[in-house]
């Protein structure tokens, strides 16, 4: 057992600043867990001047990333600058120097996660990465450990607190998506470049890992198939709750009998689902698994402390390894190679918000379309709009992918139809 | 690494089969994981003669646990026949022996927990009991190592399922509690003797581990407050519904300045709370930790799969030690020696029902005892019953234990009241 295990920290940023909280704040209660102290021994940011909301000995900062990566006594590296370059290269000198690495980094797990975890199981050292996805929330580990005994079928979640914080606006202030990002932006919930999370990318990194974990085979972020919710009006949520609905923009991975679905889109979901109660930047992901059934696990799925929380959690289980000689004791478990199917693999309810004019056998013609292409029909709502237009909210029954593709671009076609205000899919 | 480790499994009831079929059935994933193949060697329980919902070489079977207990080959004692005689001499002669423990068993961890986890830590062997609280979800292992960074100020959940179908189902159906615990038997979600679970002795069994893991001290189930939920009335459940409540029992551990008060009874949950919707069966836990903030796990918690999915997960987490020579890796972690404190450190808003005559001035006599002991009021409600009785539901603002019992005892003693028809907590 090792009196002193040294943490080198790259990037003083939200995740870092949290990070060193936690390990000052909490060190005595720390040790005795570990049985070992863990000590910061070096701090590196490009800006080390700005204040930040913790004190750190100033003698511990540095703006160069290699007085962290070539220092022998440091024995776990926390890279917490996000993005691909130069984090890639940071961890993979930090491993072939012989050090365990912590990481908060979706992006680059998602991406580069196929090479850098079988690097470490070669190199017999550990790479946890926790804090990528859900903050604070426990969902990895579980994921590899308590839940290990289980076949996981699907794992679905709202995984990005930005778009959950917009759509819970939207919805409980009957505002539109730019105001709602607007809020966000000011109330510092949302980049000044919102793309990232309000297109999904941020969705689909997380969810290609929590995919590659439960189906024990790399999930291809780039086959992950992706939508984002700037298209969603205010009128889609007032209508998903005169349905029965929450709309929220999930991450969904499913194992099928021919490979795994993993895609990223709003869905409406019934209020009778736990995740339709999930509000605000709270996040929750849902696993289904042969045995164990249906669990959720919840919480704030960012901010410093939350994600300091999971990367000290790491941390933690790392030392427990080093102290123990068991380090790499949990490698990468993508044993599989299983095909990412594509959105024709996907069948779902629908619900679709149609804009034609108010005239008669307007609803007909479009009902055949559905029916040309076997879609049936659940519900139909229809309502005046101004100027002669109708707008017609249809929800369909359980229609393949490729069947509703071909009945909507038949009626985008319809000369009475002046477009699709939106179809957003039923998780059911 | 061991081509093959060893399981021997005591107790061949509900989470018995649960963890067999799932070692039986999942074994090839499993294999893999864990780098060796998980055998079954040996079965021991009174009964091997009834079938069982899974095919097991007969062979395996036994009727003399010490087959299990003193068999050389085996590694891993699974100790699934609840109750603390003979259990506690199971796992003792078990981690003498040198085999490491899985249990499902929270009345033996709760009441021998602070004399068996020492002496496993001791011998450097695993004693593990993740299915003990909250059936398949994850949490003793979260609060462990996921969540070991933070201080935990707060874990409060619904641990008991058959109390929560109880409670569900006198809300749905409003019926009364004998009518839905009636059900409850006869669907086989309540024994026959429902005492465990109704007078919340299981929940406390549940409430005492996880206090003692969060706040690193050993919490004596014995000084645990308990109430169950016999008075529980669908009058009740239906103000609460009015008041923007849901009724659940809960089991709360929070960590004060003077110590820890751990408690199990019904309350009053707001419905803003994600406790309040949590249904049937199933379970919550919800931890507040300094860094994590907010944070709740959710599933089925009991049935044999989903307790069977916590038994193979621990299973799994010891072979990895026992693979990478790391057994013991995470011990007990009861440091200190909190007090428990009683009830009088509680506070808290309360719901109370008084039937009483319907006479002038019955309202501000019963007021007036409220305001004698300074318990404030939120909202009245007064309705009228037969026979010239009203009904008053009181929502009190936050009031110390003590004036609320002092000011009920008062009003007991009114000689308007009839009855005080039942106190209720709030849990904000």
Known sequence: MKDVINIGII????VGVGAVKLLLENADSIARKVGSRLVIKRVAD???ASPRPVAVDPSLLTTNAYDVLDD?????VVEVIGGVKPADDYIKRALESGKHVVTANKELIAKEGSELLPLASRLKRDLMFEASVGGGIPIIRPLKTCLAGNEILEVKGIVNGTTNYILTQMKDEGISFSEALRQAQERGYAEADPSSDVDGHDAAYKIAILASIAFTSRADVAAVYREGIREISAEDLRYADQLGFAVKLLAIAKR???GMSVRVHPAFVPKSHPLAHVNGVYNAIFVRGN???????????AGSEAAGSAVVGDIIDIARNINTGATARVSCTCFDKLPMLGMENVSCRNYVRIIAEDKPRVLAAIAAEFANYEVSIQSVLQRMLPDSCAEIVWLTHEAPEPSMKA???AIRRLPVVKHIGSRIRVED
Not at 11 to 14: N, Q, S, Y
Not at 72 to 76: C, F, H, L, R, T
């Open 46 to 48: 490009l800006d080390i």
């Open 11 to 14: 990037g003083f940023g939200t």
């Open 407 to 409: 009945a909507l671009d």
């Open 256 to 258: 099928l009998n021919e």
């Open 291 to 301: 045995a164990v059934g249906e669990v959720m696990f919840f919480g704030r799925g």
């Open 72 to 76: 022998p006594e440091i024995d776990i």
